[in-house]
């Protein structure tokens, strides 16, 4: 479920934010199997939950464009009512698990600092880095809590998918593009850091 979940959760962002999915029935088909996927997900996964909750909380306070849709900003209500239905799956987190929530909050956090558009090559970078580490994550560590397990089996699922979009991007563009527009972007990026645009975050 963590696996199809992350997959579709991007299909569906790249698709409606890229216009490349129209038709309003598929784009219900995706909202439906996600509404599915993640309550299953997490009304008996507490952790999930939690995380989950700030990753879309942190994402929402530093990006402009992310959370315009009803269907994604009804996330930021949801999820406190999973977190409540959810509260007696409890478990106890490990140092381990913890850093590694820890460290999936920060990347929520800072990633709309780093890149707003949809692709680039930057970005394409950044999420090829993401899906990797994530991948090593889950082969390598052992003794996860359930909840931090599925939900990075969930990020690695959905950063795949970013890539292979991002990728596609990156292979259509000339070798020259390819330079100017990474030089370009990191320098855009140095930029935003010096002059910390963060949006202030407003309830939903």
Known sequence: MAIVAGASAKIY???????????E???KILETLQCFLLGALSVNNFTFSLIMLGINFLHNMTSKESYTLP??????????IFLFISFSSREYLTNQDILLCMILLFVAYIEPLIYEEDKSVRKFICRLFYCIVSFLFLYLLHGLSNGIYITFVYVTSYYLISTLYQGYYVLNMSTSSFIDELIEGYIDMYKKFLTSEVRTYKPV
């Not at 962002?13 to 038709?23: Q, Y």
């Not at 269907?71 to 406190?80: A, F, G, K, Q």
Request: no cysteine.
């Open 13 to 23: 962002d790249d698709g409606v934010d890229n216009h490349i999915i129209k038709d």
């Open 25 to 27: 029935r598929h784009k």
């Open 71 to 80: 269907y994604e900003n009804s996330l930021l209500t949801v999820y406190p």
